[in-house]
Nanobody
């Protein structure tokens, strides 16, 4: 059985920080994973990827502000550290394993 779950979303003021977590089931431990977000009325967009245990890539919109990482010991837990948050970062954030297993999402709202 495959399970993916995100957590850590919430309300934050512009300039603030949040850390999102993503936990996958044991059978996903060899998968690459990625972070996506979807703002109201917009398509879901890719924002970061973790290839293997530690190679990371980022979309231009978040590079330098967001940091993706993964628990190298078990490979089923990942984090997205977000800093310098902007109103435009408001969205539901999702993680995805193996290119096809999605979590239910966690909402991030940036507002003053």
């Amino acid at each position: 059985q495959v399970q993916v779950m995100e957590s850590g979303g919430g309300f934050v003021q512009p300039g603030g920080s949040l850390q999102l977590s993503c936990v996958g089931s044991e059978n996903l431990r060899t998968c690459d994973m990625a972070w996506y977000r979807q703002a109201p009325g917009k398509q879901r967009e890719w924002i970061a990827g973790i290839i293997g245990s530690d190679r990371t890539i980022y979309a231009d919109s978040v590079r330098g502000r967001f940091t993706a990482s993964r628990d190298k010991a078990v490979n089923t837990t990942a984090w997205l550290q977000m800093s310098g948050l902007e109103i435009g970062d408001t969205a539901a954030y999702y993680c995805r394993f193996c290119g096809r297993y999605w979590g239910q999402g966690t909402q991030v709202t940036v507002s003053s």
